[in-house]
């Protein structure tokens, strides 16, 4: 009956949900900047009843959404933030809607709104039901940089929640226990003393030699880690002009590998080469480390249970405007990357869907056991309460990450269909994990066993304020 009228309450609001999504699309606001979707969505989920606290954890764009009392509870995570320079209108075809500005090409959009509507509707089932219990919803900011939840997590924000469903748009329609990334992302500022690159040279202290020393190091180093590990870097601030010896210079990195202790193992290395520099290059520096996270803790029972889900509601079909939107935006999609990324995905009978635009299965977890090469803050949720992050299709097959492409669907009846999906999904999951106390203990004693007698430590320094001007250059 619960979960009746929850789904019903999503069916009911699909106009609505759906007008929100949009909404937070054409907002398309950077990390810790997602000023105006953080309000909307938070008076959205205010004007349902929820109770609603603002700027939490040194963020102004965080915020908590609470409905209920007593135990047990469920916390709900949506994500706010997009990507800068993939601005792009709902269309099959490249039109930025402001060329260099921000887009959702990661589906954010969907991502917040789909927890936030399953979130009101698990409260609405348990309001009409009299089911005891809480449901917290959280408006994470900065995914994208790593940032939002690693300082609420921090913040203790997580207490005492038994348990959280996330949504992540997708290609396919999945729960799974892999696990992702530990990271760190750190800038390096680098001082010398300028002079005339021509004129004078042996007075100056380039700090660019520095940045470029360091850089070269690092690549050296790459033979001698774990081959699973990343480590990437670009180049902020490289000096005005050739004729000056730059007196300043900037470069930011991220170090990645599968453990957290890896990732410290790494970062120190890098943190040693980057003294060496100073010296080769008579150079100082400062470090400004930006935030870090953890590794996946994945969840077996959690990915079950939002599978059975799935099946039970029924995975979304598309109709021929989809196909005919997939069929123009085909043509921006080179076909030996998409059998590359289909190949890479190993989801089961891959080879066949090489000339197929969507995966429209309901998929058993393929990924058991297996590292994702990116990170999420999501992670850092996952070692204070168990915690999963399941997908849906929103996008059709062979959709790079983070493109104009990703943006354009998740504006479009493409990316709709597996917004209301995912809506449903967290309410139905939500709702059993809130009156099947077996079950819950089932997810909580995996949890338990996974974290195998560790602590959670958080990756960033108890005095580090939320990096708010990190993307400023």
Not at 214 to 227: A, L, Q, T, W
Not at 232 to 241: A, K, L, N, R
Request: with cysteine; hydrophobic share 35%; net charge negative.
């Amino acid at each position: 009956m619960s979960k009746e009228v929850a789904l019903n309450w999503i069916d009911d609001n699909e106009k609505h949900i759906i007008e929100i999504s949009d909404k937070a699309w054409d907002y398309a606001e950077l990390g810790l900047l997602e000023y105006k979707t953080s309000k909307f969505l938070a008076d959205e989920i205010e004007g349902q009843g929820f109770k609603v606290e603002r700027g939490v954890a040194d963020m102004p764009t965080a915020f908590v959404a609470t409905w209920g009392s007593g135990g047990p509870t469920l916390g709900v995570l949506g994500e706010l933030d997009a990507l800068a320079t993939i601005s792009q209108k709902a269309v099959p075809y490249r039109d930025p809607v402001e060329e260099g500005a921000p887009g959702h090409g990661c589906g954010h959009n969907i991502h917040g709104t789909g927890g936030m509507a399953g979130a009101i509707a698990v409260k609405t089932a348990m309001e009409a039901d009299g089911l005891p219990g809480t449901v917290k919803f959280y408006g994470c900011p900065a995914e994208e940089t790593l940032v939002g939840k690693v300082w609420m997590v921090r913040h203790g924000l997580f207490d005492g929640v038994d348990a959280v469903l996330s949504h992540h748009p997708s290609s396919a329609n999945t729960a799974g226990t892999g696990s992702s990334n530990a990271m760190n992302s750190v800038k390096f500022h680098f001082n010398g003393r300028t002079a005339h690159s021509a004129g004078d040279p042996e007075n100056g202290i380039s700090a660019l030699d520095a940045v470029e020393l360091m850089s070269n190091g690092v690549n050296f180093m790459r033979e001698h880690i774990i081959e699973k590990a990343r480590v990437h870097y670009i180049t902020e601030e490289g000096g005005g002009q050739p004729n000056v010896v730059p007196a300043y210079a900037r470069t930011w990195f991220y170090v990645r590998a599968p453990e957290r202790d890896q990732v410290d193992y790494i970062y120190n290395w890098v943190l040693e080469i980057a003294d060496g520099a100073d010296k080769m290059a008579r150079t100082t520096h400062e470090v400004e480390f930006l935030t870090g996270c953890y590794n996946t803790l994945a969840n077996t029972v959690l990915a079950e249970l939002v599978v059975s889900n799935m099946r039970e509601i029924g995975a979304p079909v598309h109709d021929d405007e989809d196909i005919e939107f997939a069929e123009k935006l085909n043509e921006s999609i080179d076909r030996g990357q998409k059998i590359n990324g289909l190949r890479k995905s190993e989801r089961p009978g891959w080879e066949k869907l090489v000339d197929e635009f969507f995966d429209e299965r309901v998929l058993d977890d393929y990924r058991a056991g297996k590292v994702g090469a990116g990170s999420t803050d999501v992670s850092d949720v996952s070692w204070v309460t168990p915690t999963i992050e399941f997908g849906t299709t929103c996008t059709m097959l062979g959709t790079p990450g983070h493109s104009w492409q990703n943006v354009a669907q998740s504006g479009s009846g493409i990316g709709h269909k597996g917004l209301i999906f995912a809506s449903k999904v967290i309410a139905a999951s939500g709702l059993e994990i809130l009156t099947k106390p077996e079950l819950l203990k089932r997810i909580r004693d995996e949890w338990k066993e996974r974290l195998a007698g560790r602590e959670y430590k958080p990756p960033i320094p108890m005095d580090l304020k939320p990096p708010l001007k990190q993307l400023e250059k």
